[in-house]
């Protein structure tokens, strides 16, 4: 799954070239940074390797949310369509903006249920956002439909879904605008960075300048650059954007290991008849960057979790439904409304009310289901050692629970 797994010398090779001129910002300096520009080259490469008509890099995938939301007018008291399974990043960026996060189930794609989406639109609904986790895709033609019928704003959180594709269209320039993270987990990385794309030259305009303190970029120099709005600094540096570059050329070939070694793990999984898999909306679009499974109850989930713990083959199974970072049942901080700050009345209200909010659809789901993370440097060996072994573990569970039964 992450590009750090493929580190070396292109990556070096992009940044040497930074350090040769010491111009490490991204604006400015023109004289001494003698024609380089790393983060204006991957804006260029991320446009054409996942076909949208504009880039604007930033420090993080968060900010990458938070800028696209801020350019897309998404503020005080506007409410976003999220799910209920993602990252915690996902909500932070829509509290930064003011905006208020209307968590809602999943169904078996891990994603937004469109369902659920239609029956949480009020007054106040402006934005649908659907995360595409665990390198797979929402289902958007449903969502895209909901979006024209309710006049909202499709925004897609791809962050952990590079080089997942939807219907031939990669995922994050399908809606209205969608985002990247590369930070050090994900499928390619800059070290920290993350990227907006759109087919809106406003929407990317917006962005630009929100980036870079609202600063226009259109002055002669950067001292003579104006304000049209407020903005913040979310600026990517030179020497991550070279990092980001070594690490683009090689999405394909990491694309390539994901799929083989998630085929190899499926047709150890696929034989128990006991397992089913995620649905995938296109099943031809998947990254292949986790293998998402189910156990027919949450009681064998969990059974099967602890005998991989106990045979010590848990490294890189994911068990959501536990898990603090990406699962609602866990946000004990969001649901306490625990700021730092003062946040607005609505926001609070809000938040206290997930406590009672029944997630038990998600629960059902959630509950059941394994991600099993596929590694780039696993030797052909060691993948069919590990299906082989969790396979094992899981028939191990299976049995003991049809002799108790
Ligand atoms: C990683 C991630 C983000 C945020 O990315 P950072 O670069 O770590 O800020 C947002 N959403 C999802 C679903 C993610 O997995």
Same mark, same amino acid.
């Given at each position: 799954?992450p590009?750090?797994?493929l ?12 350090? #040769? ?10 004289? *001494? ?87 949480a ?19 958007? #033609? ?24 939807y219907?031939g269209k990669?995922?994050?320039?399908i ?26 030259k406003?929407i990317h305009?917006?962005c630009?300048?929100?980036t870079?303190h ?46 083989k ?5 499926k047709?150890y ?11 995938? *909306?296109?099943?031809?679009g998947?990254?292949h ?19 991989m ?12 439904f ?33 406590? #009672? ?5 998600s ?19 060691q993948?069919? #050692? ?20």
């Amino acid at each position: 799954m992450p590009g750090f797994e493929l580190f070396g010398e292109e990556e070096r090779k992009h940044i040497n070239d930074v350090m #040769d001129t010491g111009i490490i910002m991204r604006y400015g300096f023109d004289g *001494p940074r003698k024609g380089i520009f790393k983060s204006l080259e991957l804006e260029k490469k991320v446009m054409e390797v996942f076909g949208c008509g504009y880039a604007q890099l930033v420090s993080s995938g968060t900010a990458a949310l938070t800028t696209v939301m801020a350019a897309l007018n998404i503020g005080a008291g506007d409410e976003v369509i999220m799910p209920s399974f993602t990252f915690v990043a996902s909500f932070e960026a829509i509290l930064s903006v003011g905006a208020i996060p209307v968590m809602v189930d999943i169904d078996e794609t891990l994603t937004l249920s469109p369902e659920a989406v239609t029956a949480a639109i009020t007054p106040k609904t402006k934005c649908v956002m659907p995360v595409h986790m665990c390198g797979s895709m929402a289902d958007m #033609d449903a969502l895209k439909a909901i979006c024209a019928e309710h006049n909202l704003i499709l925004l897609e959180d791809a962050c952990q879904a590079i080089g997942g594709t939807y219907k031939g269209k990669h995922l994050g320039t399908i809606g209205d605008a969608g985002t990247f993270s590369f930070d050090f987990v994900k499928t390619i990385t800059c070290g920290e960075g993350g990227v907006v794309m759109t087919n809106s030259k406003d929407i990317h305009t917006k962005c630009d300048g929100y980036t870079d303190h609202g600063h226009d970029h259109l002055g002669v120099d950067r001292g003579t650059d104006l304000h049209p709005f407020l903005g913040y600094n979310f600026r990517i540096s030179e020497l991550h954007a070279a990092i980001g570059l070594g690490q683009i050329g090689k999405l394909p070939t990491i694309l390539g290991i994901q799929k083989k070694n998630h085929g190899i793990l499926k047709s150890y999984l696929e034989q128990i008849p006991e397992i089913s898999f995620r649905s995938l *909306p296109d099943p031809e679009g998947d990254s292949h960057s986790f293998i998402s499974w189910f156990l027919p109850t949450a009681e064998l989930a969990q059974a099967v979790v602890a005998e991989m713990k106990a045979q010590g083959i848990l490294a890189g199974n994911f068990y959501w439904f536990d898990n603090n970072w990406h699962y609602v049942r866990k946000w004990q901080h969001l649901q306490n409304a625990v700021s730092l700050n003062n946040i607005s009345e609505a926001q609070k209200t809000a938040l206290l009310a997930l406590k #009672d909010k029944d997630f038990s659809t998600s629960d059902a789901i959630m509950s059941r289901c394994v991600s099993t993370s596929i590694a780039l440097s696993w030797t052909e060996e060691q993948v069919h #050692d590990k299906g082989a072994k969790m396979a094992a573990a899981i028939q191990k569970v299976l049995e003991a629970a049809s002799v108790e039964a």
